[in-house]
Nanobody, 115 residues
């Protein structure tokens, strides 16, 4: 059974930093594509960043240069380092895993930005 558990969300001031973590189990983590998505109230869920098993990364235009996705295969964990946070980054952030053709999702962690 696949489990994805996000942590690290909370309140951050605009311009500040936050690091999200997602611990995965039930998958062969090292070969799984991992990603971070977010959903703000009243908006559709959107891709924030993804990282392949080989470390290839892609970012949404809105976060490129501010956010960094990384992974630690020894810990089965993927991270999202969020720097220069903006009010529009406020959302529930979800971790996702794609070990094959299926996508699995965590339950999300809230990021709240104070201005």
């Amino acid at each position: 059974q696949v489990h994805l558990v996000e942590s690290g969300g909370g309140l951050v001031q605009a311009g500040g930093s936050l690091r999200l973590s997602c611990a995965a189990s039930g998958i062969i983590f090292s070969i799984s594509s991992m990603g971070w998505y977010r959903q703000a109230p009243g908006k559709a869920r959107e891709m924030v960043a993804r990282i392949s098993g080989g470390g290839y990364t892609i970012y949404a235009v809105s976060v490129k240069g501010r956010f960094t996705v990384s992974r630690d295969n020894a810990k089965n964990t993927v991270y999202l380092q969020m720097n220069s946070v903006k009010p529009e980054d406020e959302a529930v952030y979800y971790c996702t895993a794609r070990p094959g053709s299926n996508d699995y999702w965590g339950q999300g962690t809230q990021v709240t930005v104070s201005s």
